[in-house]
């Protein structure tokens, strides 16, 4: 199962230090809203981000079955490195299910790739983790296409999720197949196509930025073609700013699910408007060009 239908996902990595009853807010907004799936990682908030969410959900009731859990797991925080050994994997899961006070997760990723993994390693503790119910299905976080072929080779579980950083303004999951032959561009991963050939899903995280954990795009007077077609489209759709550009993410063909990481109900609320329209094809391609990329 590949819980194609939730195309917004909530990502709790900020909401360690919120106050309870403002994250019972968020995540009731988001059950009304549609979005039942929740995304996590053992370093968010060094846990705690885990424990206030299993504490929100406990509180407002919530039946676990009617949620979806996603979390992560690989880098080790107190080393400041990557582990996919399987004492790591199965202990931070564990640990994991621990905080969030769950039997279960729906989905575990491995958090980047670990250079020194052993995919025998990998292997035996997805095995221990879905034998003893644990987790219901694995995938990986910032990887290419190579390296989740590889990875597949070996692991008898199938990787059916990839979550990536993309956004409008970080777009070169785009840009590599647009501009591929051409001199000012040299990535020779094609992860958008390898994920629509082999049916992965892609996961898009920081929808808002302009790069690595960089500016906010929007309402930045550091980019104003692209707030000016943002307008331009917002008005068009009668939505905000925020949903046409998740709508233009959600636009591609390869499906996208975008992790969106409010703390905040109203801007939540705006987010969510991008559920309910398709951009045109001629919006996708002038939004791409107003961020500043040429069609060869």
Request: aromatic share 12%; proline share 3%.
């Amino acid at each position: 199962m590949l819980y194609r239908d939730q195309n917004i996902i909530l990502g709790c990595m900020r909401i360690a230090d919120k106050p309870i009853e403002e994250v019972k807010d968020l995540i009731q907004t988001a059950l009304d809203l549609g979005i039942n799936f929740f995304d996590h990682a053992n370093i968010y908030g060094q846990g705690k981000s885990e424990k206030v969410f299993a504490k929100a959900i406990d509180e407002l009731g919530i039946d676990r079955s009617s949620i979806i859990i996603q979390s992560k797991c690989g880098i080790d925080a107190k080393t400041g490195t990557y582990n996919f050994s399987k004492t790591h994997i199965i202990e931070e899961t564990t640990k994991i299910l621990e905080r969030l006070n769950t039997d279960y997760i729906d989905i575990l990723l491995l958090h980047r790739p670990d250079a020194l993994m052993d995919f025998k390693e990998v292997n035996e503790a997805f095995h221990y983790l879905f034998d003893k119910g644990m987790v219901k299905a694995f995938g990986l976080s910032n990887q290419s296409s190579t390296q989740m072929e590889m990875m597949q080779k070996y692991i008898d579980f199938p990787l059916r999720f990839n979550q990536v950083q993309f956004s409008l303004m970080h777009s070169q999951l785009i840009d590599a197949g647009l501009q591929y032959n051409m001199g000012t561009f040299h990535s020779q991963d094609f992860l958008l196509e390898y994920a629509r050939t082999n049916q992965i899903q892609l996961q898009a995280w920081s929808p808002f930025f302009s790069g690595f954990f960089e500016d906010i795009f929007i309402d930045n007077p550091k980019f104003p073609e692209v707030n000016e077609k943002l307008d331009e489209l917002a008005l068009k759709y009668d939505v905000s700013k925020e949903a046409i550009s998740v709508a233009w993410i959600l636009r591609h063909p390869v499906n996208f699910q975008v992790v969106v990481g409010t703390t905040r109900s109203d801007r939540l609320k705006k987010i969510a408007q991008a559920k309910h329209i398709q951009l045109s094809h001629q919006d996708w391609y002038d939004l791409y060009k107003a961020s500043g990329k040429i069609l060869p």
